[in-house]
């Protein structure tokens, strides 16, 4: 018989959810180029990727609301240490500014899509791509701190060993599973 895993508590989500923004961000800019390498050839043509881009970004920016839940919750239970608490706090303070950032790119691409549609006025096709060629490499600033961000969070858990305290608050709630002694680990290493 299959058994499910349980479901962790909403501190040891945020390695599950943190996964989301970064790789539906990232993917954006792909679809952000396509439509406006179509769209420059023939009005109208690359639509459907632009829409899938805002899509995309929208469902990107709203996961970096819950990461950022998940992460917060996550840092009350973790044990720190001074240096570990100068990471988190960086860590912390570029996901606060990455999620800002996004949502602002979100509102704007969604103007630049959607407000020529409601007044049912299109705008010409050369003002259309360069209007999303300058907002392609905005976005790539996005992107750098969006990695940035993602690297501090790795530093966490690959560098300072965050995870443990985590990995323990998850364990302790599946019956009949005790946490990893530290000094077990520490001899296995």
């Known amino acids: 018989m299959i058994e499910f895993p349980p479901i962790p508590s909403w501190d040891a989500m945020h390695p599950l959810i943190v996964h989301f923004p970064v790789a539906l961000l990232l993917v954006v800019p792909l679809f952000l180029v396509l439509g406006g390498a179509l769209e420059l050839r023939e009005a109208r043509r690359g639509r459907p990727y632009l829409m899938a881009a805002l ?8 996961a970096t609301f819950v990461a950022i839940e998940t ?15 100068a990471v988190l706090e960086r860590h912390e303070s570029l996901a606060e500014t990455t999620r ?5 790119l979100s509102v704007t691409l969604a ?3 959607l407000v020529p549609r409601a007044f049912r ?10 209007l999303l060629a300058v907002f392609t490499l905005s976005y790539g600033a996005g992107a750098v701190l969006l990695a940035n961000t993602a690297h501090n ?11 443990p305290a985590m990995a323990s608050a998850a364990t302790a709630q599946m019956p009949g599973v005790s946490a990893p002694d530290k000094d077990q680990e520490d001899s296995d290493d």
């Not at 992460?71 to 608490?85: N, W």
């Not at 006025?121 to 360069?130: F, Q, S, Y």
């Not at 969070?153 to 995870?163: A, D, F, P, Q, T």
């Open 55 to 62: 899509v995309l970004l929208v469902l990107g920016t709203v």
């Open 71 to 85: 992460g917060e919750a996550a840092g009350k239970v973790t044990e720190r240490s001074a240096a570990l608490s």
């Open 100 to 104: 800002t950032v996004f949502t602002v």
């Open 111 to 113: 103007a630049i899509l």
């Open 121 to 130: 006025r299109e705008l010409p096709r050369a003002a259309t791509v360069g």
């Open 153 to 163: 969070g790795g530093r966490l858990v690959h560098e300072m060993g965050s995870s």
